[in-house]
């Protein structure tokens, strides 16, 4: 069973950074993309950061590019996410899933089947 469990939320002033984390478990790691997602309160979930499952590869949404950075240890099971920067609208519940399917990537939410409880990411202003 895929078990994912995130880590590195909290509370920053506006401009500070975070790093969360994510330790996947139950199948290989190294073969499957991971992405990192958002919900701030009465919103759907949105897409922030995709990598594929070499590493070799990532992509943001527009909002995030040249402030966060996804990375990944193939060794560890464990994707991160560097937030800098950090914005007061990027105040939200930051969640990381993956998908059933190896060696494929998306960036739509309802593509991807599993997920972490999700940590809480605050920035003050």
């Known amino acids: 069973q895929v078990r994912l469990v995130e880590s590195g939320g909290g509370l920053v002033q506006s401009g500070g950074s975070l790093r969360l984390s994510c330790v996947a478990s139950?199948?290989?790691?190294?073969?499957?993309?991971m992405g990192w997602f958002r919900q701030a309160p009465g919103k759907e979930r949105e897409f922030v950061a995709v990598?594929?499952?070499?590493?070799?590869?990532?992509a943001y949404t527009d909002s995030v590019k040249g402030r966060f950075t996804i990375s990944r240890d193939n060794a560890k099971n464990t994707v991160y996410l560097q937030m800098n920067s950090l914005k007061p609208e990027d105040t939200a519940v930051y969640y990381c899933?993956?998908?059933?399917?190896?060696?494929?990537?998306?960036?739509?939410?309802?593509?991807?089947?599993?997920w972490g409880q999700g940590t809480q990411v605050t920035v003050s202003s």
């Open positions: 899933g993956t998908r059933r399917i190896p060696y494929s990537w998306s960036s739509k939410p309802n593509e991807y089947d599993y």
């Open positions: 990598i594929t499952w070499s590493g070799s590869g990532s």
């Open positions: 139950g199948r290989t790691f190294s073969n499957y993309a």
